[in-house]
């Protein structure tokens, strides 16, 4: 089996003890040698100065790759750009460029008076910059927005000939799923990059709503086998080896590059990456 290049998602914490656990996760999974890792946005941009902070000091301290989401919400075009060109000054390169979450409570995204109306707008002013690399997302399953799967496909390519370079996915369960998204893909003429989004399941109730939530399509075989799994005091075996399975069928039809939403939980990541045969092979500098 070809060794994949691996990249990881963090989130930034909201108090001390969150604290300790992201930089735990960074301790445990930088030696792992990943090709970039991103810092995301809460909903509604609410963690923006969070996210800002925490991608600096990753950078700065940890010898890391380090992307910084950005978003449309609840800004102006001018500080929108502001904060990217903050992150450039800083010398953080990498932007992951999403439309964002509505802020919670609310009905919908609804644009900012004076800010981007969606995402295709960001990147191409993110790209005008010169400036960044530039990851977007992708949705193997429909957005639950999308009126068709087909629209998701139309709306990624926008996206990407506006500038960006590669597409993150949304999580999902099988393999397949993600192979008939990459196939339309190829129809509809897109060329760059798609990476998978990998979700190792740490907690079955917390992912399920998630899942609920952002329309993954959960196959009744994988609820069963939680179910059990949990009645059983098996959930993490389950899970380790249900996302092992996941990331070697899609290394066996061709996947070369893998990426990692680890909740700032990384046991299981760090397993994962192991049965593939990603071994520690860099030592990371003090981020204290």
Request: aromatic residues 10%; glycine residues 6%; contains cysteine.
């Amino acid at each position: 089996m070809t060794r994949p290049e691996i990249s990881f998602e963090f989130f930034p914490p909201k108090n001390i003890e969150a604290t300790f656990r992201l930089w735990d996760t960074v301790q445990v999974l930088a030696p792992l040698a990943p090709r970039f890792v991103s810092v995301t946005y809460g909903a509604g941009g609410t963690t923006r100065d969070l996210t800002r902070d925490v991608v600096s000091t990753l950078h700065k301290h940890s010898g890391l790759r380090t992307a910084a989401h950005l978003t449309c919400v609840d800004a102006t075009r001018a500080e929108t750009l502001q904060i990217a060109r903050d992150f450039a000054d800083a010398g953080v390169t990498d932007i992951v460029a999403l439309r964002g979450d509505p802020p919670k409570g609310a009905n919908g995204f609804v644009p900012h008076p004076e800010g981007f109306h969606n995402s295709v707008e960001l990147i191409e002013s993110l790209k005008a910059t010169g400036d960044f690399t530039i990851r977007v997302g992708a949705y193997p399953d429909k957005h639950p927005e999308a009126p068709t799967a087909t629209a998701d496909v139309e709306y990624l390519k926008r996206k990407l000939d506006a500038g960006a370079d590669e597409a993150l996915t949304q999580f999902f369960f099988e393999a397949e799923t993600f192979f008939r998204f990459r196939d339309a893909c190829v129809k509809a003429g897109i060329d760059k990059p798609i990476v998978p989004g990998i979700f190792p399941i740490e907690n079955w109730k917390g992912a399920r709503r998630f899942a609920e939530a952002c329309g993954t399509h959960i196959p009744a075989w994988v609820i069963d086998a939680f179910e059990t799994a949990t009645r059983d005091g098996r959930q993490d075996l389950l899970a380790t080896a249900m996302c092992t399975e996941l990331c070697s069928d899609l290394i066996d039809g061709g996947v070369d590059k893998l990426h990692f939403y680890t909740l700032n939980r990384p046991e299981l990541t760090r397993d994962v990456c192991f049965a593939l045969g990603v071994a520690p092979d860099v030592k990371l500098e003090n981020v204290a």
